[in-house]
């Protein structure tokens, strides 16, 4: 089992719509969790950390954490065109807590 | 402006021409980090520094060798690159091992025909 796992997607929300983008991973000891996002082309910028259970909001983004399912979300409201990108999920490695392990990403494209 | 800097965006060699992928951070980061990242494979981490002198292998080190001899350069050597290393290369930096918010530079696309 790889230790951050995406759906590949694409996703496509319409535009003014709140995109949901999951991620599950398998280390039960992980403590902070971290989405960046990826334009095509570009590289990946961190947009959202996460450490406790619950909610954390910043803008139109919410991350969501729920240890005991060992499961993150991401959630854009009010999704514009611009938000159109692959969105890595990321989390500390489990054999080694100097580098953090990405998931492959999910695409995201927000239709008008 | 805070920065990662790689060098060359672009590349294309031929099998067995070393190479160097240059890479520097002007925002005094300890830790410095190599990826690669191929289609449906996601990001690979290829090696890692955690401070100058000091680096270790990541996930993907075969074929590859870096040195951190400065603490703003982290330079990436291709000895005798192969066409599986054809690629989308990045370097990676954060103030500290434990800091997982890295800033990355832009990106170095290698191919090897």
């Known amino acids: 089992q790889k230790e951050v796992e995406q759906n590949s997607g694409p996703l496509s929300v319409p535009e003014g719509a709140i995109a949901s983008l999951n991620c599950t991973y398998s280390?039960?000891?992980?403590?902070?969790f971290f989405w960046y996002r990826q334009y095509s082309g570009k590289s990946p910028e961190l947009i959202m950390s996460?450490?406790?259970?619950g909610d954390k909001e910043d803008g139109r983004f919410t991350a969501q954490l729920n240890k005991a399912s060992q499961y993150v979300s991401l959630l854009i409201r009010d999704s514009q065109p611009s938000d159109s990108a692959t969105y890595l999920c990321?989390?500390?490695?489990?054999?080694?807590?100097?580098?953090?392990?990405f998931g492959s990403g999910t695409r995201l494209s927000i239709r008008p | 402006e805070a920065q990662v800097t790689q060098n060359p965006r672009y590349l294309i060699t031929v099998t067995g021409k070393k190479l160097t992928v240059t890479c520097s951070q002007n925002?005094?980061?300890?830790?410095m980090s190599w990826y690669r990242q191929d289609p449906g494979l996601g990001l690979r981490q290829i090696y890692y520094s955690m401070n100058v002198e000091v680096t270790d292998k990541g996930d993907v080190p075969e074929g590859y060798k870096v040195s951190r001899k400065e603490k703003r350069n982290f330079p990436l050597i291709l000895e005798s690159p192969s066409p599986n290393q054809t690629s989308l290369y990045f370097c990676?930096?954060?103030?500290?091992?434990?800091?997982?918010?890295?800033?990355f530079g832009s990106g170095t696309r290698l191919t090897v025909v």
């Open positions: 996460i450490y406790s259970n």
């Open positions: 280390d039960r000891g992980s403590q902070s």
């Open positions: 990676a930096s954060s103030p500290s091992r434990y800091n997982y918010g890295y800033t």
């Open positions: 925002m005094n980061h300890e830790y």
């Open positions: 990321a989390a500390p490695g489990y054999s080694s807590a100097s580098k953090i392990i």
